[in-house]
């Protein structure tokens, strides 16, 4: 049933494909890092996020007429989302410096188990038996990784 769901849904064929840019991401991420002297993690997501918000202000000023104001009302909550990415983007840059990007990539994705339980807690959300099932097949991957 889960893998006739990557077919059948358009939600879970992108969610695939950002799954494999995440990964590939992480790839030129090390390899961007291997090519700062001296190995800079901090480096290299300060390059990154200044370009990511460049694009995405452009891109804002030319669709959202109102995201200025919103930015402003939001402000405070968006800081600490700020801060909280800033933080666990550096300990994934800082993971796959020094460890394969296969493993590190892998206990990264392992969030969506964080993510199920905490809009459970939170959210009273019940993910369906393959929601889970595939978070099982996630962790067993991860953990194969690490064995092999």
Sequence with gaps: MPFKLLVTHKESFVFIL?????????IIDKVAIKNTSPNSALFVLFIEDIILASVL????????KYWFRDLRKNFLLLTIGSVIYTILSLFFLMGITTGAVALVGGIKKLEILFVLGLSYLFFGDKPEKHTWLGTLVMLLGVILIKLG
Excluded: V
């Design 57 to 64: 202000s452009l891109y804002l000023f030319k669709q959202e």
């Design 18 to 26: 950002a799954t494999l840019f995440t990964h590939l991401t992480g």
